[in-house]
């Protein structure tokens, strides 16, 4: 099916998530790393494996369980998306953007995106959730190289107000509420896999970043410019290189995503409330 454009395969996959699920959703929640359990929460879910659903990408990445799952939450219709793909699993960025894509196509407005980070500020605590004001994007491309399709969006799409106001506010409310203690900052993307140098660190911390990931940089982007509202949410789930004296390892990033699960469903579960 390689000859079919990204659009052709887009149009598919939103097909047969249609077929599936009668009721659709207007708000999409991508869960990071270790982050997936929030997808169990739903209720009246229609959950489905990537697999089953054309042309989508397979995630091979612990912490990520691969499933679609469209339920209700704090009675509104959300999509759950439990694991994402990475660039650094040797997908192109129109993939690691193609699920983005999708919702944007089923008619989802808002995309939160989540993901398991670590801290360049060193104000931030381990398990600390910092919504993100702002990216700086280091993975090296974007999902929007190449011929663009008028249909997805425009050519020169405006990034002055990637994270929206809107959401961000609202976020805020939902912590206050919910007494869920949440700072701000600015995220960095690099493509990975392997985590960065003390003195890369030291260069970001002086650019302004506050923490660093491998992801939810191009799906901001695919989603900007389909012109869906983005919120992002990173939880800090360890240090980053030099800021402690000891080495980083996956099993500690989702250690660490296991401890804040009530916080950060109960966060997201305001936030969708106030939608």
Not at 100 to 115: A, E, H
Not at 210 to 216: K, L, V
Request: glycine share 10%; with cysteine; net charge neutral.
């Amino acid at each position: 099916m390689s000859h079919l454009s990204v659009w052709d395969r887009v149009e598919q996959a939103a097909d047969h998530i249609r077929r599936r699920c009668p009721s659709l959703p207007e708000t999409a929640i991508v869960l990071g790393s270790g982050l997936g359990d929030f997808a169990g929460t739903l209720l009246d879910a229609i959950a489905t494996p990537y697999a089953d659903v054309p042309h989508w990408p397979a995630s091979n990445v612990a912490g990520h369980p691969g499933r679609l799952v469209i339920g209700n939450v704090a009675g509104k219709r959300v999509a759950a998306l439990a694991g994402r793909v990475h660039f650094y699993e040797g997908y192109d960025l129109a993939t690691v953007v193609f699920a983005t894509r999708v919702m944007g196509r089923l008619g989802v407005k808002r995309v939160i995106l989540t993901n398991a980070a670590g801290g360049i500020n060193t104000g931030f605590a381990r398990g600390a959730l910092m919504i993100i004001d702002d990216h700086i994007n280091m993975v090296g491309g974007s999902p929007l190289i190449g011929p663009n399709d008028d249909r997805f969006g425009p050519r020169f799409p405006d990034m002055s107000e990637v994270y929206s106001a809107r959401l961000r506010t609202i976020a805020d409310e939902a912590a206050r509420a919910k007494g869920v203690a949440v700072s701000h900052g600015i995220y960095v993307a690099t493509h990975g896999p392997s985590y960065e140098t003390p003195a890369e660190i030291r260069f970001f911390r002086g650019i302004g970043a506050d923490a660093i990931g491998m992801s939810t940089v191009p799906e901001a982007i695919a989603a900007r410019h389909m012109g869906m509202e983005v919120l992002g949410v990173s939880c800090i789930s360890n240090a980053a290189a030099g800021v402690l004296p000891h080495p980083i390892v996956h099993e500690e990033v989702l250690a660490t995503m296991q401890r804040v699960r009530s916080s950060f469903i109960a966060l997201l579960e305001g936030v969708v409330e106030r939608l």
